[in-house]
């Protein structure tokens, strides 16, 4: 692609004496392998007509012969090239681009807070996030992978409040009476009972608000030795615990660092009243607020009139230990939508006095994942949907399915089902759809990677023979096949997986159809569509690896 960008800048700069920035893209197969807009954007320079331009271009560019095999114009001017076949061929020995080589990336997913259920949504930022690491680390990035969780606020003082309900009291040893496998749904349940009292009682409200500000004076004083800091700190590690077994269950890259609120949370503190006496932050009602309407924002509370910190606040902190830390080039964070306007005003009162930190920050944004026909889901009002029910019900799809699905193939299931889609929209999560070995899943394409290494298995010959003089059929998958880098290439610009999925699902496509065509195993020609299959059955892999998806060899 490179050399053909090249022979085009060459071509101009020769004719025309112009330097041009050229531009390539795939077009339909049937008007050759990528097209050109430069004669348009040369027109207005040198007050000709595009397809004039274009004319003259073609003559040039038809005299590489071992690059070019047809040069055509289309529309006003677009110029079509079909390569060689060795040239399209060479397109599958190209390199990733490193762009990021050199840069410390922080990948910061997943961020469940402790105290409460993990739901849906945090098993998509973990799947999501996942990706994109792997991205940033292919793109040459030194990678760091945070986890940041709230395990101070007034989501935990809720849950304690109600914990302590339910034991009678601040009596840490009853805790001892929770099997271990009910733990996670148990503090789930004691989250939905809080925050419930919170909502409808004003006394309890008062209670609760008081638990907030003692969660926070045992970190400050660091007790573990009072009864009611016994309760916070094991039921906190349970939530950890959890975490954890959720994490190697889905085979997710490890975590480098786990930072919770109560890590951050001084620092921010801190850079507030510093930059309260600056002028950034402001004191409104007993609060410290930021006037995010001055900025074409909304204003948001920082400190609460009690003087406890806010999520801002903590991001605050948070924004900045990472950057005392790590010095990184760029700090990539990856949370729902609902987050999005909140974090723009917490970026936007960083700008004002750390700006570079803020540049350097970019927030991707998802939206909710429900199980088909299901309702929107709320932690606060017990009916959300956690990630245990998006794994059971892949689980139970596989069972009812009768096929031959294995712990790698449901876990492909959920991965792809949910990294396929456009990161920003909603997610509906169908399990049947997600586990079936038809249709665009990622069974599915476990399965065609294992149907090529059969192909690969039955032939005795070693020596396989690079492509060249090749059929159309042949051709066709190589084409595709020779696509490969420049779609992780765009991927790992755009951070966005799915297109990686889409891709790996036409490959596939194309695959069949060359299949059903065309014999492999003791034709004629087996030396060279033998290549091919392996060629496709390398690529499918390796965008499989990217996904977080095994490839199995056999299925």
């Known amino acids: 692609m490179n050399h053909l960008k090249q022979l085009i800048y060459n071509s101009v700069k020769?004719?025309?004496?112009?330097?041009?920035?050229?531009e390539l893209?795939?077009?339909?197969?049937?008007?050759?392998?990528?097209?050109?807009?430069?004669?348009?954007?040369?027109?207005?320079?040198?007050?000709?007509?595009?397809?004039?331009?274009?004319?003259?271009?073609?003559?040039?560019?038809?005299?590489?012969?071992?690059?070019?095999?047809?040069?055509?114009?289309?529309?006003?001017g677009f110029i079509n090239l079909r390569l060689t076949?060795?040239?399209?061929?060479?397109?599958?020995?190209?390199?990733?681009?490193?762009?990021?080589?050199?840069?410390?990336?922080?990948?910061?997913?997943?961020?469940?807070?402790?105290?409460?259920?993990?739901?849906?949504?945090?098993?998509?930022?973990?799947?999501?996030?996942?990706?994109?690491?792997?991205?940033?680390?292919?793109?040459?990035?030194?990678?760091?992978?945070?986890?940041?969780?709230g395990d101070v606020g007034r989501h935990v003082a809720i849950s304690m409040w109600s914990i302590i309900k339910f034991l009678g009291g601040e009596s840490p040893e009853k805790l001892s009476e929770i099997p271990a496998s009910e733990r996670p749904l148990w503090l789930g349940q004691r989250y939905v009972e809080g925050n419930k009292a919170f909502e409808e009682n004003d006394n309890y409200k008062s209670e609760i608000?008081?638990?907030?500000?003692?969660?926070?004076?045992?970190?400050?004083?660091?007790?573990?030795?009072?009864?009611?800091?016994?309760?916070?700190?094991?039921?906190?590690?349970w939530?950890?615990?959890?975490?954890?077994?959720?994490?190697?269950?889905?085979?997710?890259?490890?975590?480098?660092?786990?930072?919770?609120?109560?890590?951050?949370?001084?620092?921010?503190?801190?850079?507030?009243?510093?930059?309260?006496?600056?002028g950034v932050y402001k004191k409104s009602d007993g609060a410290v607020i930021f006037k995010g309407e001055d900025h074409g924002l909304h204003d948001r509370v920082f400190i609460n009139s009690e003087g406890l910190p806010t999520y801002e606040a903590k991001e605050v902190g948070l924004l900045l230990t990472k950057w005392k830390d790590y010095h990184f080039d760029k700090s990539v964070i990856i949370t729902a939508n609902e987050i999005d306007q909140y974090m723009k005003v917490v970026l936007k009162s960083v700008e004002q006095y750390e700006p570079e930190l803020a540049k350097r920050t970019l927030h991707i944004t998802h939206g909710m994942v429900k199980l088909e026909g299901g309702v929107k889901m709320s932690s606060r009002k017990g009916n959300v949907i956690t990630a245990k029910d998006i794994i059971d019900s892949a689980n139970q799809a596989s069972i009812e399915?009768?096929?031959?699905?294995?712990?790698?193939?449901?876990?492909?299931?959920?991965k792809y089902a949910l990294v396929k889609n456009r990161v920003g929209g909603d997610v509906i999560y169908n399990p049947v759809e997600s586990i079936a070995?038809?249709?665009?899943?990622?069974?599915?394409?476990?399965?065609?990677?294992?149907?090529?290494?059969?192909?690969?298995?039955?032939?005795?010959?070693?020596?396989?023979?690079?492509?060249?003089?090749?059929?159309?059929?042949?051709?066709?998958?190589?084409?595709?096949?020779?696509?490969?880098?420049?779609?992780?290439?765009?991927?790992?610009?755009?951070?966005?997986?799915?297109l990686i999925c889409n891709y790996l699902y036409e490959l596939a496509q194309v695959f069949n159809r060359f299949y059903e065509s065309n014999r492999v195993i003791g034709d004629d020609r087996e030396t060279i569509r033998l290549k091919l299959v392996e060629l496709y059955a390398d690529r499918l892999k390796s965008g499989l690896e990217l996904l977080g998806i095994t490839a199995p060899d056999r299925m």
């Not at 040369?42 to 040039?60: F, W």
């Not at 500000?213 to 906190?236: G, L, M, P």
């Not at 399915?401 to 959920?414: G, Q």
């Open 14 to 22: 020769s004719i025309f004496n112009i330097e041009v920035e050229v």
């Open 239 to 278: 939530s950890y615990q959890a975490f954890k077994e959720l994490y190697e269950q889905l085979e997710v890259h490890p975590f480098d660092r786990f930072i919770p609120e109560s890590e951050v949370v001084n620092l921010g503190v801190k850079t507030l009243e510093d930059q309260l006496i600056s």
């Open 401 to 414: 399915s009768r096929a031959e699905t294995n712990k790698e193939t449901v876990l492909a299931a959920i």
């Open 209 to 237: 608000i008081g638990l907030n500000k003692k969660v926070y004076e045992i970190h400050k004083k660091n007790d573990h030795e009072s009864n009611f800091a016994k309760i916070y700190w094991t039921c906190r590690e």
């Open 437 to 498: 070995l038809e249709g665009n899943s990622g069974p599915y394409l476990q399965y065609a990677h294992a149907r090529a290494r059969s192909i690969l298995a039955k032939s005795t010959i070693d020596d396989l023979v690079v492509p060249g003089d090749l059929q159309k059929d042949e051709r066709s998958l190589l084409r595709i096949i020779s696509e490969f880098n420049e779609i992780i290439n765009k991927s790992i610009i755009d951070l966005s997986p799915h």
């Open 25 to 76: 893209t795939r077009p339909d197969e049937k008007f050759g392998d990528f097209s050109t807009n430069v004669a348009m954007k040369l027109s207005k320079e040198l007050g000709k007509n595009p397809k004039e331009i274009a004319e003259t271009l073609v003559g040039i560019l038809s005299e590489n012969t071992e690059l070019v095999s047809e040069v055509s114009i289309a529309g006003p």
């Open 85 to 149: 076949d060795n040239a399209i061929f060479s397109l599958t020995n190209s390199d990733i681009d490193k762009i990021y080589q050199g840069q410390t990336i922080i990948a910061e997913y997943s961020d469940p807070n402790p105290f409460k259920p993990l739901h849906a949504g945090h098993l998509y930022t973990t799947l999501v996030g996942d990706v994109i690491a792997r991205l940033l680390e292919k793109g040459g990035a030194n990678t760091v992978r945070l986890n940041y969780g």
